[in-house]
């Protein structure tokens, strides 16, 4: 299993700022995902955080809108640059761990308002 | 047509009840299924996998069609503390894994 922790777990931003959203895993793995989740929606991946190369985003999700750092094994970060009131969403980190299920372990999100 | 689609729920049902929870999947290449609990303001955790001959974990039992890419989830003897969002999942393989998740099912369970 992972267990999984952000920060911050929820915040109040004004339009035009941005955020950093931290994940931290207790274990080493290979690959970060970044999900949004809007009210009422799925999710929705935003983009694989790769260590050591660059993200890869999904068709909608560009990386100056949603820069994300992977400096090691264990920690990642998105950035939601330039904010308007419909980035308003929970945020979620995960990663895959693969034993028999390859089951995805979740972070507890961060739930994002922009006003 | 989405990837993934789910019964739009939800499901309001009594305790001891027995509901069931459908699911359709559009990519002939998927090739895992899974079923994910969402409690409210939570983050969505493995409820089961799906196996193409069917399992049981419980009350819980997942059945795979992939002639008619359809996927379902049985829940016997309701209790309270199913009430939650039942997420379809699917990985698909096209040339890399991708997992899609479907909207949710939203189930209520009274007492």
């Known amino acids: 299993s992972a267990v999984i922790s952000q920060k911050p777990s929820r915040d109040i931003c004004q339009r035009g700022t941005s955020l950093t959203i931290q994940c931290q895993v207790d274990?080493?793995?290979?690959?970060m995902f970044w999900y949004r989740q809007q009210p009422g929606q799925s999710l929705t991946l935003i983009a694989t955080?790769?260590?050591?190369?660059?993200?890869?985003?999904e068709s909608g999700f560009v990386i100056d809108k949603f820069p994300i750092s992977r400096p090691n094994l264990t920690f990642s970060t998105l950035t939601v640059s330039n904010m308007s009131p419909e980035d308003s969403s929970i945020y979620l980190c995960?990663?895959?761990?693969?034993?028999?299920?390859?089951?995805?372990?979740f972070g507890p999100g961060t739930r994002l308002t922009v006003l | 047509r989405k990837e993934v689609e789910q019964d739009p729920g939800p499901f309001n049902v009594p305790e001891g009840a027995t509901v069931a929870f459908n699911c359709t999947y559009s990519?002939?290449?998927?090739?895992?299924f899974f079923w994910y609990r969402q409690d409210c303001r939570k983050e969505p955790k493995l409820l089961m996998s799906?196996?193409?001959s069917g399992n049981e974990d419980g009350r819980f039992t997942a059945q795979l069609n992939r002639a008619s890419q359809y996927i379902s989830l049985l829940i016997r003897d309701s209790k309270l503390s199913d009430s939650a969002t039942y997420l379809c999942?699917?990985?698909?393989?096209?040339?890399?894994?991708?997992?899609?998740f479907g909207a949710g099912t939203r189930l209520f369970v009274k007492a």
């Open positions: 995960s990663v895959e761990v693969w034993t028999a299920n390859n089951e995805q372990f």
């Open positions: 274990s080493q793995v290979t690959m």
């Open positions: 955080a790769n260590q050591g190369s660059e993200a890869t985003y």
């Open positions: 990519n002939s290449a998927s090739q895992s």
């Open positions: 799906v196996y193409s």
């Open positions: 999942v699917v990985i698909q393989n096209t040339g890399g894994f991708k997992t899609i």
